[in-house]
T-cell receptor, first 113, second 113 residues
Framework: GQNIDQPTEMTATEGAIVQINCTYQTSGFNGLFWYQQHAGEAPTFLSYNVLDGLEEKGRFSSFLSRSKGYSYLLLKELQMKDSASYLCAVRFMFSGGYNKLIFGAGTRLAVHP | NAGVTQTPKFQVLKTGQSMTLQCAQDMNHEYMSWYRQDPGMGLRLIHYSVGAGITDQGEVPNGYNVSRSTTEDFPLRLLSAAPSQTSVYFC????????????FGSGTQLSVL
């Protein structure tokens, strides 16, 4: 299978930095994504990594190590509106050349004043 | 610009009833997919399509049928609803098969009694 593991819940303080980790099985790996989902809403795209290293986009950064099957999402200068679930998703290529995007269970982040 | 439109937003069914969840996108996207989201399990891929006339199974296809007769529409059919199909359903589309960015509909909350 394509097990994708991330912590269930995290808490952090407004203005702080938080790192959300994601590990996955490397067989068939073809890219890693992070999505944000506020309660009762649809997920929205945050970031995409296909090569090793850090991708920075404003307050959010995402890191990938393909050899270790590991990624993290780094959120800086936390704001109350960052309270949401953060979904790690891995793109796998299957027979026939088609890609599938498989999601982890998500990490629910609560930001406190 | 409507994006991805899902109907209905809420639905209650009795066990054994059939229904179709509708999904339409107006972005001329090649790729469309259906996910279900259950507490603690994240988003799970039901079926996906890489173009009109082409569909394939995801992680949890049993009990669901799909077809893709046009680029715009990708309906999900429940032939005989079961309580285990109580979930939130999301339709998502992507401009290409690389899935670099999924655009999600607003979701359908389905309860099967």
């Amino acid at each position: 299978g394509q097990n994708i593991d991330q912590p269930t819940e995290m808490t952090a303080t407004e203005g702080a930095i938080v790192q959300i980790n994601c590990t996955y099985q490397t067989s068939g790996f073809n890219g890693l994504f992070w999505y944000q989902q506020h309660a009762g809403e649809a997920p929205t795209f945050l970031s995409y990594n296909v090569l090793d290293g850090l991708e920075e986009k404003g307050r959010f950064s995402s890191f990938l190590s393909r050899s270790k099957g590991y990624s993290y999402l780094l959120l800086k200068e936390l704001q109350m509106k960052d309270s949401a679930s953060y979904l790690c998703a891995v793109r796998f290529m299957f027979s026939g050349g088609y890609n599938k995007l498989i999601f982890g269970a998500g990490t629910r982040l609560a930001v406190h004043p | 610009n409507a994006g991805v439109t899902q109907t209905p937003k809420f639905q209650v069914l009795k066990t054994g009833q059939s229904m179709t969840l509708q999904c339409a996108q107006d972005m001329n996207h090649e790729y469309m997919s259906w996910y279900r989201q259950d507490p603690g399990m994240g988003l799970r891929l039901i079926h996906y399509s890489v173009g009109a006339g082409i569909t394939d199974q995801g992680e949890v296809p049993n009990g669901y049928n799909v077809s893709r007769s046009t680029t715009e529409d990708f309906p999900l059919r429940l032939l005989s609803a079961a309580p285990s199909q109580t979930s939130v359903y999301f339709c998502a589309s992507s401009p290409d098969r690389d899935l670099r960015k999924l655009f999600f509909g607003s979701g359908t909350q389905l309860s099967v009694l």
